[in-house]
């Protein structure tokens, strides 16, 4: 009897300890970098149905949903309105296959940095030109 006392709660204690141990420890979450996906550089990131029509511009601030982003308009002036990390993204007339990406400094709202051209339907990055 005395042993059925001592084995019970050893058994208890051996049952839990088992329990435990074979539950592991969460995975450990994906880098950052993974997360995200590609780069923008690498890939656009715009839906298709969000690219301004062709020979107009829009401004794209990276982060936001599509439905929070301005509207399409002229590309007249429109570095004037871009602020600081923002695209001015621009569907040429004459090639409706790419779409032009004006990257404006992080840091400098109107100042183009780079020069980036996608695939429209891909969304894929095709080149990177000098910015004037």
Do not use: N
């Not at 969000?50 to 949903?65: A, F, K, N, S």
């Not at 590309?75 to 404006?104: F, L, M, Q």
């Not at 109107?110 to 996608?118: A, F, I, M, T």
């Amino acid at each position: 009897m005395r042993s059925a006392t001592v084995l019970g709660p050893t058994l208890a204690v051996l049952a839990a300890t088992a329990c435990s141990s074979l539950k592991s420890t969460p995975p450990a979450a994906p880098a950052p970098a993974m997360r995200q996906g590609p780069s923008t550089a690498a890939t656009l990131g715009i839906p298709p149905g969000h690219l301004p029509p062709p020979g107009q511009c829009r401004v794209w601030l990276p982060g936001e949903p599509p439905g929070h982003q301005p509207r399409p308009r002229s590309c007249a002036h429109i570095e004037r309105t871009a602020p600081a990390g923002s695209w001015i993204v621009y569907r040429p007339s004459e090639d409706k296959k790419v779409v032009h990406v004006r990257v404006v400094d992080e840091r400098r709202p109107g100042v183009v940095v780079r020069l980036r051209v996608y695939d429209v339907h891909r969304g894929t990055f095709i080149r990177e030109d000098q910015a004037r």
